[in-house]
């Protein structure tokens, strides 16, 4: 049971360029999470997805988008990367509400660099 | 609004001595409540839940937290720490957003540092 897989692990982008950071979960999870950690500032929701088809901001939209055509993938897309947006990125999972687990399991995470 | 405060950035402490850390929220209804470690270069690993019933959780790797609902805190604790416990700490809280979806809400975390 692999969880939830982030690809890649490490990446180096030039300002101006675009990338996907693939996230795919084998748990059969309606919802799914991207959230990107910063030194001291925790852990902070760029998007949401509670079933395919439906996603929604979280408080740190700019410069993303994601998409949800699968219950298994929740890819997450940089256009015109900016250093700003240099970060440790994770997506996590969690099952529907009386479903058993409550809690995210989260991926090992995708370290973006922006020069 | 919902939020999660830790308040120690940083902790350090012995091998062998005792460790708290400290958590508090602010919901408005019964919090579920989560804590996490993240070791070096890491994904983020459940410790232990809080949802209901018996205040005081037990969690892996020897870890405890006590739910105070007076003082809203969640605070975790370990009797003895080992050298294998130097990571990051997260405190979370799992709430419902108006649109009725759910949402985690994350404290800034707290570094441990352990000493030989």
């Known amino acids: 049971n692999a969880g939830v897989t982030q690809t890649p692990k490490f990446r180096i982008l030039k300002i101006g360029q675009s990338m996907t950071l693939q996230c795919a979960q084998d748990?059969?999870?309606?919802?799914m999470y991207w959230y990107r950690q910063d030194p001291g500032m925790g852990l902070k929701l760029i998007y949401y997805?509670?079933?395919?088809?439906?996603?929604d901001k979280g408080e740190v939209p700019n410069g993303y988008n994601v998409s949800r055509s699968t219950t298994e993938d929740f890819p997450l897309r940089l256009e015109l990367a900016a250093p700003s947006q240099t970060s440790v990125y994770f997506c996590?999972?969690?099952?529907?509400?009386?479903?058993?687990?409550?809690?995210?399991?989260f991926g090992q995470g995708t370290r973006l660099t922006v020069v | 609004a919902q939020s999660v405060t830790q308040p120690d950035i940083h902790i350090t402490v012995s091998e062998g001595a005792s460790l708290e850390l400290r958590c508090n929220y602010s919901?408005?209804?019964?919090?579920?409540l989560f804590w996490y470690v993240q070791s070096p270069g890491q994904g983020l690993q459940l410790l232990l839940k809080?949802?209901?019933?018996?205040?005081l959780v037990q969690g892996i790797k020897g870890f405890e937290a006590e739910f105070k609902r007076s003082q809203s805190s969640f605070n975790l604790r370990k009797p003895s720490v080992h050298w294998s416990d130097a990571a990051e700490y997260f405190c979370?809280?799992?709430?419902?957003?108006?649109?009725?979806?759910?949402?985690?809400?994350f404290g800034t975390g707290t570094r441990l540092k352990v000493l030989a």
């Open positions: 809080y949802f209901s019933g018996d205040t």
């Open positions: 997805s509670v079933g395919a088809g439906i996603t």
């Open positions: 748990m059969n999870h309606n919802y």
């Open positions: 996590a999972s969690r099952a529907l509400h009386g479903q058993g687990h409550t809690e995210a399991f």
């Open positions: 919901y408005g209804a019964t919090p579920y």
């Open positions: 979370a809280v799992g709430a419902w957003g108006s649109s009725g979806t759910y949402k985690y809400i």
